[in-house]
């Protein structure tokens, strides 16, 4: 499988703030995606990322609240802007790799905003 | 109704005992069906994949996939106290669409 590193694993932010995760991953990939994973839920798929073009957003998420860069096809950015105690969640980065593209999560960002 | 229905648990068996999870589906599209392990504090982990219905199995882990009944099952034998975690299923109509339907997750816990 792929191996994913996301940064931080965990933050505390204040709210009105913004926080910028990081995903690496050990080998080019054409899609990232970035899930939404509230207290005592499943997870919410926020966005795909493709290099070299503008991130897919799903219903419910904007560009200006969760702005995504992926610069090259390694590595992505999630940016959590202005936030609210409503965003407190985990953040997660996954790829797609191997045999049928099955879906490889990086160990996720616990957020808090106070 | 959620597209994909998952008990929550916590569901508590003794170390050794069989730990039986589903799910169930309302959308007949769903061809590609997985189990996720989420353990606290971390991200999820893959742990079957399946497309046809019938049983596959993996070591301990045996999946099970009823699509006339839109049914899945994920079954661990001789479970162990490092079972316990949320477990998460998965589906898709695709081999590799663009996301996936997950669950709520079960939080399972193994009792030494």
């Known amino acids: 499988s792929a191996v994913i590193s996301q940064k931080p694993s965990r933050d505390i932010c204040q709210r009105g703030t913004s926080l910028t995760i990081q995903c690496q991953v050990d080998s080019q990939v054409t899609m990232m995606f970035w899930y939404r994973q509230q207290p005592g839920q499943s997870l919410t798929l926020i966005a795909t990322?493709?290099?070299?073009?503008?991130?897919?957003?799903e219903s419910g998420f904007v560009i200006d609240k969760f702005p995504i860069s992926r610069p090259n096809l390694t590595f992505s950015t999630l940016t959590v802007s202005n936030m609210s105690p409503e965003d407190s969640s985990i953040y997660l980065c996954?790829?797609?790799?191997?045999?049928?593209?099955?879906?490889?999560f990086g160990s996720g960002t616990q957020l808090s905003v106070l | 109704q959620k597209e994909v229905e998952q008990d929550p648990g916590p569901l508590s068996v003794p170390e050794g005992a069989i730990v039986s999870l589903n799910c169930t589906y309302s959308?007949?599209?769903?061809?590609?069906f997985m189990w996720y392990r989420q353990y606290s504090r971390k991200g999820p982990e893959l742990l079957m994949y399946t497309y046809s219905s019938g049983n596959k199995e993996d070591g301990r882990f045996t999946a099970q996939v009823d699509k006339s009944s839109k049914y899945i099952s994920l079954f661990i034998r001789d479970s162990q106290p490092s079972d316990s975690a949320t477990y998460l299923c998965a589906m898709n109509p695709k081999a590799a669409g663009n996301k996936l339907t997950f669950g709520g997750g079960t939080r399972v816990l193994v009792k030494p």
């Open positions: 996954s790829v797609r790799w191997g045999t049928n593209e099955k879906l490889f």
């Open positions: 990322a493709n290099q070299g073009s503008e991130a897919t957003y």
């Open positions: 959308n007949s599209a769903f061809q590609y």
